[in-house]
């Protein structure tokens, strides 16, 4: 093309697509040679003070503190110009986009058993693993109701409304057991966290969408015990729904009372004093109707009264009470009258448990469980209470006779014993209250009727019991709302069945196709990750150096490893066999990259400041290409950490505060990088950056352009100072460890998290994209899953490996992960 003919498009900015000019869409040409209009560069988000990230090659480069400063583009500004007198006005042009607002704050998901959005439903009901200790001993002799006590007071936002108490009495009812994968093995260690989370995924979907609205109802519904979430007992592999354990004691001592004096009539203040109880008893059942519960298994020890002498339901104890009479049918139902402990339930209910342990009973004798089974259990505690122990031997007998029926399997006129039952019934009533509470009599009869269509509704209850303390006159105009709404059946949730819809056995409901999909593709991609939450993933070990393992780095087909013992080691990442040593260091060899450049090699750096340059293809030399050596000061030396930026730079950070670059073209020193106030001990380069770490506490940030500073982060303050270990960088993601065992995370220039993730300097971290590895001197690697959350970041914890020695090299390639341990092991953990 000649130098007079135009290009076929005009020139524009590649931001805005706007046609250059000289007036609204000025061309600036930045420090790397590329163009964009002005306008666009003053909206452009800058993440560090006079810093612009270039549109074109996403470099980050410095900016004047005026852009009018840069040069302008003539050659595009005459051929803009030129192309649009002969070209008509586009009649509208793009309008620059607003870069005004934040970038947002994410990372990539991690295939794990669980979903990060199971996390973010769930995770809040979590509590500290520490904050409960199990006394005492098992309530029950199924071993799946337990009461404990609170270690320390604990209130979290992510709990909703949980105030836990130190020395708060609480229940605990198993809803899981920890099964295969999730234990522990001899290599993983599945975070506390994890452990819940995994039981809780391996639940069908109904049965935690249910547990969900027993947890929130409970918060909504006063005078009822509160579910405070999820506790992994560590001795019995368990998992427990931790409840507020209520003193029910005063209620039943009242109960007692009566029970000496059962024989006599009672007098008016008596049947006020429980209508009252009645009462309130009923309002806290209809406030749990019209949230979908129902709590089917009603009895004694799930009243009690709090401060002000009101009623109130204990939560733990129903699901006891559900726990305890469904395990077994047989002995459940025979333990019901023992002691305080007796249970009332429905015939509806007690169908229904029939059906669940297996026995063939008539459908059409099956009526679905609702707010009216409430009413039939309430209605018997209250006869219970007034009549006394002959109540509870004409029930004993009546559930005997159809106990042994159903067993036999024999025909049995089940409507003939109930009729005699009733008739029984009603006589001790009639005996009890007179004929001044017929209208009590009467009402309680129907509520205790076979059939649920034909019992009398929780607000017409109520209403009879309301009257026994309060004149008719003063409920003139007082209407229920949604009076109309208890009356049907079925669709409710039964809160004493709840903690009973998981098998003891296993907590899995995955369905067999489910698992052979899951088992496929584990096989087909191999990925640790999904090796470690699942459970099938094998460790490999390399052995041959003599020292500590203090780098890795991977390219060309092959691992490169360095240690103490001077030499950097060659591995096939094919059969992971050792390949060759480079030999030519005579001190500590501390660190080692791999450059692909036109040549590829193998950059080592020792602790007396000599770089080692290797040609990294097979065969390989046994002499390097080349040496570097670093000006030596007495009083600091070595190098410490190494990185390079593609094939233009290689960077050294060193004992003398320093970090250098040097050129991989004609391995010529370029300069000398200052501020760090002691030994610059991590490297690494990303987006652009380069990020070094140091003793003194911070991480510095330098432009790849011109060596130009940054920013700093973690300015080091008098008397707290942290030395940094370690650093990983992913996108605007920055991780890095520190001497004390904790690692912060930064998204750009802003502290987004700090979380205490080891005892001990956390030695390396590695990231791969949404999962943070960490390792350190307490022998062991952390997992943890890193994702965007509404307030910033959110770190979940999915497991630990336990290893028999420090790690002091973490890498993470190919869905394999190579750890360098102080005892000079090098170990690759895959998925299988």
Not at 702 to 709: A, E, Q, R
Not at 723 to 749: E, Q, R
Request: proline share 4%; aromatic share 10%; charged share 20%.
């Amino acid at each position: 093309m000649q130098v007079n003919d135009p290009p076929a498009e005009p020139p524009e900015c590649p931001v805005c697509l706007q046609l250059y000019d000289a007036t609204t869409a000025i061309p600036r040409v930045l420090s790397c040679g590329h163009t964009t209009c002005e306008g666009c560069l003053k909206l452009l988000p800058r993440p560090f003070a006079n810093t612009i990230r270039c549109t074109v090659c996403t470099l980050l480069l410095k900016l004047p503190n005026s852009l009018s400063s840069l040069p302008k583009n003539l050659d595009l500004l005459y051929f803009s110009s030129l192309l649009q007198r002969t070209r008509p006005l586009e009649e509208k042009r793009p309008i620059p986009p607003d870069f005004g607002g934040a970038e947002s704050v994410s990372s990539p998901s991690v295939l794990k058993p669980w979903p990060y959005e199971f996390y973010c439903k769930w995770g809040r009901w979590i509590l500290p693993k520490d904050c409960i200790l199990i006394g005492g001993t098992p309530l029950d002799s199924y071993g799946g109701v337990l009461e404990g006590k609170v270690l320390r007071c604990f209130e979290s936002d992510r709990v909703m409304g949980c105030v836990l108490r130190e020395n708060d009495h609480v229940g605990l009812i198993k809803v899981g057991i920890l099964m295969g994968g999730e234990v522990d093995s001899e290599i993983i260690k599945p975070s506390y966290e994890s452990r819940i989370l995994t039981v809780l995924w391996g639940m069908g979907e109904d049965e935690r969408d249910k547990l969900g609205v027993v947890f929130n109802a409970c918060f909504r519904v006063s005078n009822v015990g509160k579910a405070y979430g999820f506790w992994c007992n560590e001795d019995d592999k368990s998992v427990y729904v931790v409840c507020q354990k209520l003193a029910s004691s005063s209620f039943i001592d009242c109960v007692s009372k009566r029970r000496k004096d059962e024989k006599e009539r009672l007098v008016a203040d008596e049947i006020g004093f429980w209508g009252v109880v009645g009462v309130e008893i009923c309002e806290i059942l209809m406030r749990l109707h019209l949230e979908g519960l129902t709590v089917g298994y009603l009895s004694l020890n799930c009243l009690g009264f709090d401060d002000f002498g009101r009623v109130c339901v204990d939560l733990s104890e129903v699901l006891r009470s559900g726990w305890r009479v469904s395990k077994n049918v047989e002995f459940g139902l025979k333990d019901m009258f023992l002691d305080q402990n007796t249970v009332f339930l429905s015939p509806e209910v007690l169908v229904d448990l029939f059906v669940k342990a297996g026995f063939e009973l008539d459908s059409r004798n099956v009526s679905k469980v609702g707010p009216v089974s409430d009413v039939w259990s309430l209605a018997s505690l209250l006869v219970c209470v007034l009549v006394g122990s002959s109540f509870e031997e004409e029930m004993e007998s009546l559930l005997s006779s159809v106990v042994n029926a159903v067993k036999d399997e024999k025909g049995c006129d089940y409507d003939g014993l109930y009729l005699a039952w009733m008739g029984k019934v009603s006589t001790l009533l009639k005996s009890i209250l007179g004929s001044d509470f017929a209208s009590l009599l009467d009402v309680l009869c129907r509520c205790l009727g076979l059939e649920p269509g034909h019992r009398p509704l929780a607000t017409e209850l109520w209403k009879c019991l309301r009257g026994l303390v309060v004149k008719p006159q003063s409920d003139v105009g007082f209407t229920f709302k949604n009076d109309r709404m208890n009356q049907e059946s079925g669709g409710y949730i039964v809160i004493g069945d709840v903690c009973c819809m998981v098998d003891e056995t296993g907590h899995g409901s995955k369905g067999e196709e489910e698992a052979e999909r899951d088992d496929a593709r584990l096989r087909v991609e191999g990925d640790v990750v999904d090796g470690i939450t699942h459970g099938d993933f094998k460790c490999l070990e390399m052995k041959g150096h003599l020292g500590f393992i203090t780098g890795l780095a991977i390219g060309g087909g092959f691992l490169f490893s360095s240690s103490y013992d001077k030499i950097v080691s060659v591995w096939s990442l094919e059969d992971f066999t050792h390949v060759h040593s480079f030999k030519g260091h005579e001190h500590k060899v501390m660190s080692v990259i791999f450059v692909d450049g036109e040549q590829q090699s193998c950059i080592s750096g020792d602790s007396e400041g000599v770089i080692c340059i290797w040609g990294a293809t097979f065969p390989f030399s046994e002499v390097p290409i080349n040496k570097l050596y670093e000006n030596k000061d007495w009083r600091y030396s070595g190098i410490h950490a190494m990185a390079n930026s593609g094939a233009d730079y290689l960077y050294t950070g060193s004992g003398d505060r320093l970090v250098k670059a040097w050129s991989l073209q004609d391995h010529s020193f370029v300069c000398a990088m200052s501020g760090h106030k002691s030994v610059v001990s991590s490297l690494i380069v990303c987006s652009g950056i380069l990020y070094s770490g140091s003793w003194d506490g911070t991480v510095r940030l330098w432009s790849l352009g011109d060596h130009s500073p940054l920013t700093v982060l973690g300015e080091d303050k008098l008397g707290n100072v942290v030395p940094v270990s370690s650093l990983s960088a992913d996108h605007n993601f920055l991780f890095v460890g520190h001497d004390n065992g904790t690692i912060k995370i930064w998204h750009d220039d802003v502290l987004v998290k700090s979380t205490r993730s080891h005892e001990g300097s956390v030695f390396s971290v590695a990231t791969n994209g949404g999962c943070l590895f960490s390792g350190g001197w307490d022998k062991k690697i952390n997992v943890q899953q890193v994702s965007g959350a509404a307030d910033g970041v959110d770190v979940v914890p999915l497991g630990a490996i336990s290893c028999n020695s420090p790690i002091t090299a973490l890498l993470y390639r190919h869905g394999k992960l190579f750890v360098g341990q102080a005892d000079r092991i090098i170990k690759v953990y895959y998925g299988v």
